[in-house]
């Protein structure tokens, strides 16, 4: 089939399909409404591709994710998170120089601005590490100012890339030990990224739950067209700067539907815990059509088979709490939950699996990490992610403003009565 072929009032009209690199299929309906009068409607965007991306492939239904066609498998083994944003950012594994020239150059943002410190220490304590990282980041324009161009040079690109990776590290840590009433700890430039980011958070950093940690932002990296990255791309074809774009995508990221399940999971066991540790109840709730309560941490919008992340973790999850001789309730909990749904009728009929964010709170809680911090470290493992996509929008040519159209279904014209008449 060379033409998708669509027929409105007794006329056949041909639209072209596009065939990506791993035989997907999609048909430019770019015309359409010029042809026809016509719209599509495509509510929570089902079956509407918003770009094409040479960046990360997934296949819902295999349970593959690939970043730049590298199995997210053998990057979770053998790759370092540093390693995997060259890799997102520039398309290409980096030779050993050009990795260690990277690395050099993301530990070089090891301070933060000084009113970017204080803005996180006047911000009330009752505030969402989430708004806090968002707030800053978009502030973070005002310290450089040349970086807010929607098209920069080659240059302030690469220079933009390792600067956001620096600075977020810097600004997680910051963000949990002011809120905890906490030192800032500095940055350390001689180290790894994750044990340099685990110094500043006051955590221990033995090389082996470093490497959790480093394998955990792996995973977390990026993750095709989601509600946070694209967010980060309907902001950034507004021609609105890289600080703004991404700082749209951390409160995109921050719903309890999306990177907000990682905090929510974790509550939610908490609750069962507290309730006596059976799982029945959870379930019961998650199935009823007359309650809000969803099962955290299950379904997604692409894997309907399961999420390879969630396999890794799962895994992970075991290795690092027997490395820290942590004996955790609440991975029993999990687990007994995770088997009980899986053998669940309801769960079974609509294909949900355990997602990224089921196992990998119960990681962070091991490392000591508070719940509320958990989406803010999601985001720290996504910002390579989202950069690599802001370039990839602002280097293509058919890029234009994201503007969807409506059906329009309120009041058709009246006039206007004047308040003593109504
Ligand atoms: N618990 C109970 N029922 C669920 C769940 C869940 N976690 N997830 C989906 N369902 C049900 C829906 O109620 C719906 O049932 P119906 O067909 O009887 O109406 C069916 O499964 C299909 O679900 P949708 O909500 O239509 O699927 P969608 O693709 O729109 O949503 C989402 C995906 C948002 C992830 C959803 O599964 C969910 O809310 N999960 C819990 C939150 C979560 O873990 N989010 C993290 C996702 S991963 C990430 O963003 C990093």
């Known amino acids: ?48 591709g918003s770009c094409a991306s040479a960046i990360t492939f997934l296949d819902g239904e295999l349970g593959i994710l690939r970043y730049r066609g590298y199995p997210i498998e053998q990057l979770a083994e053998k790759s370092s998170f540093v390693e995997v944003a060259y890799l997102l950012n520039w398309g290409k594994l980096p030779t050993s120089a050009e990795l260690s020239a990277f690395e050099k150059k993301v530990a070089s943002f090891s301070t933060l601005p000084e009113y970017i410190t204080k803005m996180i220490q006047l911000m009330p304590k009752t505030t969402h590490p989430m708004a806090i990282a968002s707030a800053i980041t978009v502030a973070l324009s005002g310290h450089y100012p040349e970086l807010n161009n929607p098209n920069p040079t080659p240059a302030q690109k690469d220079e933009i890339f390792a600067l956001m990776l620096g600075q977020f590290k810097i600004i997680t840590a910051a963000i949990h030990r002011t809120l905890r009433g906490e030192a800032l700890v500095a940055s ?32 977390h990296a990026d993750h095709e067209q989601n509600c946070s990255t694209s967010t980060v791309r309907v902001v950034g074809s507004s021609n609105a700067s890289i600080f703004a774009s991404i700082s749209a995508g951390i409160d995109a990221l921050w719903g309890p539907l999306h990177g907000g399940a990682n905090q929510e999971v974790l509550e939610m066991l908490e609750e069962i815990q507290k309730a006596g540790g059976d799982a029945h109840k959870a379930l019961e709730r998650a199935k009823d059509k007359n309650d809000t309560f969803k099962l955290m941490g299950f379904g997604h919008r692409v894997y309907k088979n399961f999420d390879p992340r969630a396999k890794i973790i799962k895994k992970a999850c075991d290795t690092v709490l027997a490395q820290l001789g942590v004996k955790d309730q609440l991975l029993d909990i999990a687990k007994g939950l995770e088997e009980k749904a899986l053998a669940d009728d309801y769960f079974k009929s609509r294909n949900l699996y355990p997602n990224v964010d089921f196992y990998s709170g119960i990681i962070y809680r091991a490392l000591g990490i508070p719940t509320n ?3 803010v470290m999601f985001a720290l493992g996504r910002m390579p992610g989202w950069l690599a996509q802001w370039k990839e929008l602002r280097e293509t040519k058919e890029t234009k403003i994201a503007r969807p159209r409506q059906v329009y279904n309120g009041e058709t014209v009246r006039e206007y009565v004047d308040a003593s008449k109504r």
Do not use: Q, W
């Open 1 to 48: 089939m060379s033409k998708f072929k669509i027929e409105v009032d007794g006329k056949t009209l041909e639209y072209p399909i596009l065939v990506g690199s791993e035989n997907e299929k999609a048909v430019d309906i770019a015309k359409l409404r010029a042809d026809t009068g016509f719209i599509t409607i495509d509510h929570g965007f089902l079956n509407t």
């Open 188 to 219: 350390n430039p001689t180290l790894s990224y994750c044990e340099d980011f685990m110094s500043m958070m006051g955590m221990k950093a033995s090389k082996d739950v470093a490497k959790a940690l480093d394998v955990l932002l792996i995973l």
């Open 373 to 375: 911090m958990f989406t």
